[in-house]
């Protein structure tokens, strides 16, 4: 009997942490860090508990995000994969806020592009407007909002804009 293994979850990372590895240097940071991002903008949010997937920027003096700290999911390449994103923990990006359903989204990558589809029966906005089409393409800067949860869409260029702010 040939059992497949769990599926790695998406590697996250504090805002902070991210702008602490950006100093030293755009391009060695991109060579680290390679696709695109997903970030759970500032919020009243708690780090995915399975596995030790969260990196976070300790001091001396905090254990806890900083206040209007962000949680950054690496989606990576746009490669063909497919992320389901929700609350409940089999989801790749997990999303631990009561207003987002256990199984709320999907990412689907396709030549060096991000497509979002909202599962049958849930809401979802892009920018403002429905997330109606069967698959819509996110552009960077994008928010999309589940629930009361807003994730913004970043590559390499605007993830770096926004860490900067």
């Given amino acids: 009997m040939c059992t497949m293994p769990e599926p790695m979850p998406t590697p996250s ?3 902070t942490f991210l702008w602490s590895q950006q100093l030293r240097g755009a391009d060695t940071f991109a060579r680290k860090y390679v696709g695109d ?10 780090a995915p508990t399975r596995g030790a997937v969260t990196t976070m920027k300790i001091d001396s003096t905090s254990r806890t ?13 746009a490669d063909g ?3 389901a994103i929700g609350r409940d923990e089999g989801n790749d990006v997990l ?9 709320h989204a ?5 030549a060096g592009a991000w497509q979002v589809r909202v599962a049958d029966g849930r809401a979802a906005t892009l920018s403002g407007a429905s997330v109606t089409a069967p698959a819509t393409l996110l552009q ?3 928010v999309l909002q ?8 970043h590559d390499m260029p605007s993830l770096l804009r926004r860490l900067s702010q």
């Fill in 37 to 46: 991002w997903l970030v759970w903008e500032p919020g009243a949010w708690v």
């Fill in 65 to 77: 995000p900083q206040h209007g700290d962000a949680l950054c999911f690496l989606l990576g390449p």
């Fill in 95 to 103: 999303i631990s806020d009561a207003t987002v359903s256990r199984q």
């Fill in 13 to 15: 990372y504090l805002s």
């Fill in 81 to 83: 994969r497919t992320l």
């Fill in 140 to 142: 960077p800067g994008q």
């Fill in 106 to 110: 999907h990412l689907t990558g396709h």
């Fill in 146 to 153: 589940l629930g009361g949860v807003q994730l913004s869409f």
